[in-house]
């Protein structure tokens, strides 16, 4: 595949405001986190409610959803944003086409996970809650937020999770008693995301002359073809090992395995709003030239590498009260696996902004090549490591593929021209070891609300001696300041 022409005459200081780019930030990851927190309230009380084989039951049936939701959306959230970053007026007949093309194969998702649950060995629980699980393809169908993060909007994004995760937790806490409800849950989470995915798909829709052409979105789904490789590998890395833990050792260890994994998930949320609010910059740095685009993948790198630092090392050094906290005493068997599962996520936080060079330069045949070679070394590693460790094997699995596609990304970016310094993700990995030495020699660990507090005041204050603040931190503050009032 070529790559997209660059202008490399061209200058680049306007490629990214970094007031900009902090509120976007702040909007879209400020929202998802409160989004997720709200459902962490659920996931608490239905931890603790259907116990580790009822979450096991709903963390299968959810690893088998997640291959056909692929197929839902054909991996074009990314390509579909970036059309409308390109056309931004037409983005309401962007949307529309793409969800015509959804729909069918949401459709034609949902019989085939009913024609699963029909044919696996499983108790009728187990296979209801995989059929209603189905119900969400029709919400992926509908859902537009891929569009308002190519224009930048994200504010309504935040609210709408918000709103879709508040339903979710109602619901659960109306109708989920005991282990016997465990078919209630798919039922709450279609609920919540079926009204989010509706208020943003009516405000899009609304706005301007709307055109719906199943061709285009035909057409953003074939050009989404590497993507969506990339994505079913992503998918096998995410959860394939749920799906080999089922399949080995039944649903108890699914379940000290994925309840973990939520909190994971909350990380990954932040990771994944970062990375979207800097991909119209991305964009833009695209087509002014290699120079401009190994600068804000500097900036970006830095931000998530701030972000994550503490999130990471703070994570594993209170592993077991956070899991005692959140989910109860049943689930602490699980705290070797959470920390490598934290570890992971911190690696995405980093090679996630390499990927979407991938996508802007039109390379994202690459991409899906290193990705592959991740996944294949995941699969390999859990057959071999799962029946002698169990779940810490997964985990392991997944912190050495993360790893691998780290290092594999970072030397592809640098082979196709686009350059940048790496030391600003030193600062943030020396604030956050200090912070870690802190707290473990002053053996504050099983105390979590110490910790945090106490963790939070010594990363913050070792980054700024080490003048590891991010520039788009920097750059925003100030520019919020001056805008202030006089």
Not at 1 to 12: D, F, H, I, K, Y
Not at 360 to 366: C, E, G, M, P
Not at 383 to 402: K, N, Q, R
Not at 441 to 448: D, P, Q
Request: hydrophobic letters at 55%.
């Amino acid at each position: 595949m070529q790559e997209a022409p660059l202008n490399s005459g061209r200058t680049a200081p306007s490629v990214a405001s970094g007031d900009k780019i902090l509120g976007n930030v702040l909007s879209l990851s400020g929202g998802d986190v409160l989004s997720r927190v709200i459902a962490f309230a659920g996931t608490a009380y239905l931890t603790r409610k259907l116990g580790p084989v009822g979450v096991g039951v709903i963390g299968f049936a959810l690893a088998l959803r997640s291959y056909f939701a692929l197929a839902t959306t054909g991996g074009s959230d990314s390509m579909a944003a970036r059309e409308v970053a390109r056309r931004p007026s037409d983005a309401p007949s962007i949307a529309a086409s793409v969800i015509l093309v959804r729909l069918v194969f949401a459709l034609l998702a949902m019989g085939a996970m009913a024609m699963i649950a029909w044919l696996i060995d499983k108790p009728l629980a187990t296979k209801l809650v995989i059929v209603l699980s189905g119900l969400s393809f029709l919400t992926l169908a509908v859902d537009t937020s891929w569009a308002y993060k190519g224009l930048e909007r994200n504010r309504p994004v935040a609210i709408s999770m918000i709103l879709g995760q508040t339903l979710f937790v109602v619901v659960v806490l109306l109708f989920v008693r005991g282990p016997g409800d465990v078919v209630y849950v798919p039922v709450a989470q279609f609920t919540g995301e079926v009204v989010a995915a509706s208020v943003l798909t009516m405000l899009l829709l609304r706005v301007g002359t709307v055109k719906w052409h199943f061709s285009e979105g035909l057409r953003i789904l074939r050009s989404s073809g590497n993507l969506l490789a990339s994505q079913i590998l992503r998918t096998l890395i995410f959860n394939f090992d749920v799906l080999l833990l089922g399949l080995l050792l039944g649903e108890k260890p699914v379940g000290l395995y994925v309840a973990p994994y939520r909190f994971c998930f909350l990380l990954l949320a932040i990771a994944a709003a970062i990375q979207a609010s800097y991909l119209p910059a991305f964009t833009r740095a695209a087509a002014v030239g290699p120079a401009a685009l190994g600068e804000i993948t500097k900036r970006a790198i830095a931000f998530s590498a701030a972000v994550s630092a503490p999130l990471v090392v703070g994570g594993m050094v209170v592993a077991r009260p956070l899991l005692w906290t959140l989910f109860g005493p049943d689930y602490v068997d699980g705290t070797g696996a959470f920390r490598l599962l934290i570890l992971s996520i911190g690696l995405i936080f980093l090679h996630g902004h390499l990927h979407s060079i991938f996508l802007v330069r039109d390379q994202t045949f690459k991409q899906m090549l290193i990705i592959a070679g991740g996944t294949a070394l995941n699969i390999v590693l859990n057959f071999l490591l799962i029946p002698v460790w169990g779940i810490a094997g997964a985990a392991a699995s997944t912190v050495a593929a993360e790893g691998l596609i780290l290092v594999l990304a970072w030397l592809a970016v640098r082979a196709m021209g686009v350059c940048f310094r790496s030391s600003a993700i030193l600062r943030p990995v020396l604030a956050a070891a200090v912070m870690g030495a802190t707290l473990l020699a002053l053996r504050t660990a099983e105390n979590l609300a110490l910790s945090v507090t106490v963790g939070a005041a010594v990363y913050a204050a070792a980054l700024a001696l080490l003048r590891g603040i991010p520039k788009d931190v920097r750059l925003g503050l100030w520019t919020s300041k001056a805008e202030g009032p006089e």
